[in-house]
């Protein structure tokens, strides 16, 4: 059974950094890209970031562009999402989602999402 | 910047048929966008219901559909039942590496 436990939100001051991590079970993790999408409270999904499952592609949204690193350890089967320079716009729940194929573009699998709210 | 459009809200009796749709502010969505959809409700993570235009998760009921309708990606639910009610959202994947979702429906049982 896939699952996917995210970890790593927080209360953080504007300008901070925060690291998420997502753990992985219940499949080959090298096999496949993953990625991160966020929900401000009351909006809508908003993709974040997504990285192949070699670690050789990450692409960003522009809103978090040069601020956001998205990375991966294949032998601990871990997701990370390193956070810069937040700002109060970046609080959201960060859901950690697992890709199907590159071929089919969509997440299959999604966690339980970690809340990150950047307040002073 | 491309905006991806969605019904901000739509009703639907039970056992009726409701189709949302998923566009773009600016040109059309066909089957190169991979459109697919997505249901979450109050406090939960998201539910990936279609992928790659008209291809149904696992375990998804086969009174969701997926589909293109002129210049806009489909979800058609048939048959809709109380526990459909949830916001659905669509994605679409505009190449090079991004995605961008739409701003979801939420969708009313009654």
């Known amino acids: 059974e896939v699952q996917l436990v995210e970890s790593g939100g927080g209360l953080v001051q504007p300008g901070g950094s925060l690291r998420l991590s997502c753990a992985a079970f219940?499949?080959?993790?090298?096999?496949?890209?993953m990625g991160w999408v966020r929900q401000a409270p009351g909006k809508g999904l908003e993709w974040v970031s997504v990285?192949?499952?070699?670690?050789?592609?990450?692409y960003y949204a522009d809103s978090v562009k040069g601020r956001f690193t998205i990375s991966r350890d294949n032998s601990k089967n871990t997701l990370y999402l390193q956070m810069n320079s937040l700002r109060a716009e970046d609080t959201a729940v960060y859901y950690c989602?697992?890709?199907?194929?590159?071929?089919?573009?969509?997440?299959?699998?999604w966690g339980q999402g970690t809340l990150v709210t950047v307040s002073s | 910047q491309t905006v991806v459009t969605q019904e901000p809200s739509f009703s639907v009796s039970p056992g009726g048929t409701v189709t949302l749709t998923c566009g773009l502010s600016?040109?059309?969505?066909?089957?190169?966008?991979?459109p697919s959809w997505y249901q979450q409700t109050p406090g939960q993570a998201p539910r990936t219901l279609i992928y790659?235009?008209?291809t149904r998760s696992s375990g998804v009921p086969d009174r969701f559909s997926g589909s293109i309708l002129g210049n806009k990606a489909a979800l058609t639910i048939t048959g809709a039942q109380a526990d459909d009610e949830s916001d659905y959202y669509c994605?679409?994947?505009?190449?090079?590496?991004?995605?961008?979702f739409g701003g979801g429906t939420n969708l009313t049982v009654l």
């Open positions: 989602a697992k890709m199907r194929g590159w071929g089919d573009y969509a997440f299959d699998y």
């Open positions: 219940g499949f080959t993790f090298s096999s496949y890209a």
């Open positions: 990285v192949s499952g070699s670690a050789t592609g990450t």
């Open positions: 600016s040109g059309s969505v066909s089957t190169s966008y991979y």
């Open positions: 790659s235009t008209n």
């Open positions: 994605v679409l994947y505009m190449g090079s590496g991004i995605w961008v």
